[in-house]
């Protein structure tokens, strides 16, 4: 199985700061990753496929990059709405595999 | 607008089985795979199964393969796991989602619960 290592498990951020999160694979898996969002008590939603392309809707203050094994999700500027976990979910291969999940905070 | 709908989570005995359900509306879901995932109270997200659009293909991990079936009824635009053999730590909030590599959008879940 690919195990994805997500990082920082958490972190505290302000409204209008920059934070970028990271994840890893096990083994390279080309573009094959997604970003996901998820709020208390809601379902996760999707902001970025195949590593770097935003999800129509989706601000573009959010962005991914990478390819291979590691990958980067970045908020140019957080807005209280941003508060929420984030993952990310490979699926190069089977099992598809999720990060552990980042908790951003205020 | 796309809408996914579980339903049939419950309090299920260890050992248990229970069906689980997922009406989706607002696409045409013959031509998408379909996935399901769970959450377990205060945890991450795990991928559970995948399905092909015509259920020629179906995908499991392996902590579920041989207790959980997906199946899929594309006549009544529905999405369902058979979870048998149920055990405690398959309690979790389970998800449908439309999509078998990067499932988007998912409905709001139905709880399961596996306890004595």
């Known amino acids: 199985d690919i195990q994805m290592t997500q990082s920082p498990s958490s972190l505290s951020a302000s409204v209008g700061d920059r934070i970028t999160i990271t994840c890893r694979a096990s083994q390279g898996i080309r573009d094959d990753l997604a970003w996901y969002q998820q709020k208390p008590g809601k379902a996760p939603k999707r902001l970025i496929y195949?590593?770097?392309s935003l999800q129509s809707g989706v601000p573009s203050r959010f962005s991914g990059s990478g390819s291979g094994t590691e990958f980067t999700l970045t908020i140019s500027s957080l807005q209280p709405e941003d508060f929420a976990t984030y993952y990310c979910l490979q699926h190069n291969s089977y099992p598809r595999t999720f990060g552990q999940g980042t908790k951003l905070e205020i | 607008e796309i809408q996914l709908v579980e339903s049939g989570g419950d309090l299920a005995q260890p050992g248990g089985s229970l069906r689980l359900s997922c009406a989706a509306s607002g696409f045409t879901f013959s031509d998408y795979w379909m996935s399901w995932v769970r959450q377990a109270p205060g945890k991450g997200l795990e991928w559970v199964a995948n399905i092909k659009e015509d259920g020629t293909q179906k995908n499991y991990v392996d902590s579920v393969k041989g207790r959980f079936t997906i199946s899929r009824d594309n006549a009544k635009n529905s999405l369902y796991l058979q979870t048998n053999g149920l055990r405690v730590e398959d309690t979790a909030m389970y998800f449908c989602a439309r999509g078998g590599h990067r499932p988007d959008p998912w409905g709001r879940g139905t709880l399961v619960t596996v306890s004595s």
């Open positions: 195949g590593a770097s």
